[in-house]
């Protein structure tokens, strides 16, 4: 079960520090030493979605490709119903390859809220109350997590 806490928890980073079509820039940041990657879509600060590449080597956690396969479809499932919100695995030789995407233009901010990805403190509003995630807080966060972003 700690195995399980563990490699869920690495999921879950990946998938709060998390793309859709929309206009604007994109900043792509990568940790060092890793497959590790998050890009962020923003227009100005308006974070419009994050999505994050990750492979973990099952053998740190001591997992089998059949073990992490059932876990990794499950939390697949777990999460399925949160709008905005895709994540794809694919487990292969001992590595467990993840993309997580949260596209905040399609997302509820009080489901995801609830379901622990943002806090109330991550909203901001504009000068017409509608609320969005700073992309500049956000790079921050990602920053201060290891990654270099360009």
């Known amino acids: 079960m700690n195995k399980l806490k563990v490699l869920m928890a690495s999921i879950l ?4 520090v998390g793309c859709s079509g929309s206009s604007g820039k994109t900043l792509t940041c990568t940790m060092k030493d890793s497959n590790n990657k998050v890009e ?13 590449t990750q492979e973990t080597d099952l ?24 709008k ?5 695995y694919k487990v292969k030789d001992g590595k467990l390859s993840e993309t997580t995407t949260l596209d ?16 109330e403190d991550d909203l901001k509003k504009d000068d ?7 992309f500049k807080t956000m790079k921050e966060s990602i920053e201060s997590s ?3 972003c360009k």
């Open 104 to 119: 905040y233009e399609k997302a509820d901010f009080d489901e995801l809220i609830k379901n622990n990805f943002l806090t």
């Open 40 to 52: 962020l879509k923003y227009d100005d600060d308006v974070l419009k979605s994050i999505t994050a």
């Open 59 to 82: 053998s740190t956690y001591g997992m089998s490709d059949e073990e992490t396969e059932k876990l990794a479809k499950e939390f697949a499932e777990s999460l399925a119903e949160i």
């Open 84 to 88: 905005g919100y895709t994540y794809t």
């Open 146 to 148: 290891g990654y270099t």
């Open 128 to 134: 017409d109350k509608k609320q969005y995630i700073s």
């Open 13 to 16: 980073f990946v998938s709060l």
